[in-house]
Every structure is written in structure tokens, then in C-alpha cells.
């Protein structure tokens, strides 16, 4: 695509925010790049890049790169064929396209050179799922030695603004539509593709953009194996359906963990839900500023410990969640629920609670919320009601 017509394009015309949103995380990124020390910060990871332009298009996988000075405009390289996304999606007046017959990490080294930077302390987030060794090797080969960056950005989206709460809020809205499809599509004789496909068309229906991971539905003695997914096997009287969904809206999620039961099922399932029950109601009284994420996990891990289901709960209590691409739908790195991480809780911040407990190879039994951190303690984000959905 040529400069022209790339210029011609209105400028941020598909953001999800306005610039003065951008404006104030951008802001915030350059102090944390000038206080590490570093005069640039270059960042491949789509969550990030997302986060400070708007930027998003399903064709990350190729790689692309904002390079964010500790003062000044950013400045963004990626694949030309992305050019255009770059220019509707983002209010970056400075967007360099490379070609398909170039190598990604000589391109960027190309544009660094051309405007200076050598010898200046430039930093990398090495937490980023794309920015591997080659490009990693292949970079330092261009333009030297690279000081680690990671967690700058990560940090500023740990608290959710008003404005990403939204899209939060109608994340949930699409997300409970397809939990209550895939609930009224569970049944004996629809197999585990029925339901997977009921809940995906029902939150699309209702908003849901394309989800970093796809929701889980499991049956039989197959849901007692930690992540696995629908495979066409039919329901059959007597089995456990676990069903963990999401939805995306504006690339923010939300998820949701229930409980199926389908006709008569083994004596030992509605105490060990009680317990998923306990360990929620656990969650949400503890999820308030003045605590820490490691204390919300440790008196999950006790409840459970106490009823003798620690065996079948080896696992945290929740994660980060927000903005996601493929190929997760949470946050991966930045936060989490689980022992040793003393992170104190903060207004805005946002976790999936999945309470799971499993019978290997035999059943799970799991409820789950998102909660939104408030100045007094949490809110949930999602309406479907809890307890176990016998069919």
C-alpha cells in the first residue's frame, strides 16, 4: 500500500476509544519506560500494542512491533498487509508496512537505524508470546544489545478504566447468552458438538467478536480431564457436562464456568459441587481491596483442604482477565489468585474465579464467576444462576 493511500484512510475511524483514553495510558507507559532506565520500549505482544493504539487485526501472528519512546510519539512496524488496520484502528500518524519477502527483524532494524537509535538504551518485553528467539538473535544481529522491558505495560492493565469496564459488562451480556444456550442445548442424545455450537452462535448473536480461546464442553468420564474439549461424543443418561465459556467484545472477555447433571448421577457429585459452591462464595468475600491476591487463593485452597478434595484442586484459584488474543482468553502473565503472589487487590481489577474440583477420568464439577474489584469488595459480571443444571 503506498504512503498515499494509506494518508487518504480516516485516521482511528475503528478505534474502540478515543485518543484522550490512549493519550492517558500512553502517558503512564513513558513513565514506567523512563523509570526503567530505558529511552525506548519495544513491544510485539497484540494484548500490549492493543492496549496503547487500539490496534487489532487477527493477523498478529505475522510479527509487529510499537516502539514507544520515553518521550515522544510511538511509532508502530508491521507486516504492510496490516498497514491499513493499523491506520483505521489506531490514531498513529507513524506506521511503517514492510513486505512479505522481507525479514521482520531487518525491517525493524532498518527503521531504528534510519532514525537513531543505535547505541540508545532500548528495551523488549520478552513475556510476549511472538517475539521469539530468532526475531529475538536476528534483532541484536541489527542493532545490538536489548535491556529487558517486560511488565511495564503489563502493570497499567492490571486496573480495568471505566471505559474497559464497558466492554466487559457486554462481554458478559454476549457471554451469558451462549452459557444459557449451551445450558438448554445439554441433553441425552445431542453430542458435545450440538452444544459447543449452540453456545458459540448464541454469543455471536449477541456480540461476541472472534475469542482468544474457545469455550470448553466436555461429557462423561472425558470431563474429568483437565481441558479437554468437545469431540462429537453424544450425551448419554448419567453423565457430568462441564461447560466453560466466553465471549469477546471490543477483544474483552469475560468467562464462566457451570455444572450439568443429566438424569441420575454418582452420590459423590453434589458434595464436591458444595464445596465449588463454598470455595465462590469464598472468592467474593475476600476479593476487596486491603487483600491480597495470595490471601484470596489461601482460604479457597483451605475450604478445600478441609472437605479432602486437595487432590482433585491442584490448580490457582483465578486469573487475570481482560484483553485477549489467541491463544487464551485470559491474561495470562500479569495477575493471578494462587500462593506466593502478594499483589494487593486494587479497585478495577478483574479475575476468573473457576472453582473446579475433579474425579479424574470420572467427572468435574466447577462454577465460575468474573468479578470486577470495587472500592468496598466485588461485583459480578454475568447473570446466569448457579447451582448444578440437572437435565
Known amino acids: 500500500m503506498t504512503d498515499s493511500i494509506l494518508a487518504s484512510l480516516p485516521l482511528g475511524a475503528e478505534s474502540v476509544f478515543p485518543k484522550e483514553e490512549y493519550d492517558r495510558r500512553l502517558a503512564l507507559a513513558q513513565a514506567g519506560i523512563a523509570g526503567a532506565g530505558l529511552d525506548l520500549l519495544l513491544l510485539s505482544g497484540a494484548e500490549n500494542i492493543f492496549y496503547l493504539t487500539g490496534q ?81 538473535d536476528q534483532l541484536v544481529a541489527e542493532i545490538g544489545e536489548l535491556g529487558d522491558g517486560s511488565g511495564i505495560v503489563e502493570k497499567l492493565r492490571r486496573i480495568k478504566s471505566p471505559l474497559e469496564l464497558r466492554q466487559m459488562e457486554a462481554s458478559a451480556r454476549a457471554n451469558d447468552a451462549g452459557m444459557l ?40 468420564p472425558r470431563s474429568g480431564i483437565p481441558h479437554s474439549t468437545w469431540r462429537r461424543r453424544k450425551i448419554v443418561e448419567g453423565d457430568l457436562i462441564a461447560l466453560e465459556t466466553t465471549a469477546c467484545y471490543n477483544r474483552y472477555h469475560t468467562a464462566l464456568f457451570r455444572t450439568v447433571t443429566v438424569g441420575k448421577v454418582p452420590d459423590d457429585v453434589q458434595p464436591m459441587y458444595d464445596v465449588c459452591e463454598e470455595g465462590l462464595a469464598m472468592v467474593e468475600t475476600m476479593l476487596k481491596p486491603g487483600n ?35 491463544p487464551d482468553w485470559g491474561e495470562g502473565n500479569i495477575i493471578g489468585l494462587f500462593r506466593g503472589i502478594d499483589i494487593p487487590l486494587e479497585p478495577g481489577m478483574t479475575f476468573h474465579a473457576p472453582i473446579t474440583l475433579r474425579s479424574y477420568n470420572r467427572f468435574t464439577v466447577a462454577v465460575s464467576e468474573t468479578f470486577v474489584v470495587t472500592e468496598t469488595g466485588c461485583r459480578v459480571l454475568g447473570a446466569v444462576p448457579r447451582g448444578i443444571h440437572a437435565v
Open 56 to 136: 487489532q487485526t487477527p493477523g498478529y501472528y505475522m510479527f509487529q512491533c510499537l516502539c514507544v519512546p520515553a518521550e515522544g510519539a510511538p511509532f508502530i512496524v508491521l507486516r504492510g498487509l496490516e498497514a491499513m488496520n493499523a491506520r483505521m484502528n489506531t490514531y498513529l500518524e507513524d506506521i511503517t508496512g514492510y513486505a512479505d519477502d522481507v525479514v521482520p527483524a531487518v525491517a525493524l532494524g532498518s527503521v531504528l537505524k534510519s532514525r537513531g537509535w543505535i547505541g540508545k538504551k532500548i528495551g523488549v518485553d520478552r513475556n510476549s508470546w511472538f517475539f521469539t528467539v530468532n526475531i529475538y
Open 181 to 220: 444456550a449451551g445450558l438448554a442445548a445439554s441433553r441425552a442424545g445431542a453430542s458435545e458438538n450440538d452444544i459447543a455450537a449452540a453456545i458459540m452462535g448464541a454469543a455471536i448473536a449477541a456480540g461476541s467478536e472472534y475469542v482468544g480461546m474457545e469455550p470448553f464442553v466436555t461429557s462423561g
Open 292 to 326: 491480597t491476591c495470595a490471601e484470596v487463593h489461601n482460604a479457597v485452597q483451605a475450604i478445600i483442604d478441609k472437605a479432602g478434595y486437595t487432590e482433585g484442586y491442584r490448580k490457582r484459584t483465578g486469573y487475570g482477565i481482560g484483553i485477549s488474543f489467541a
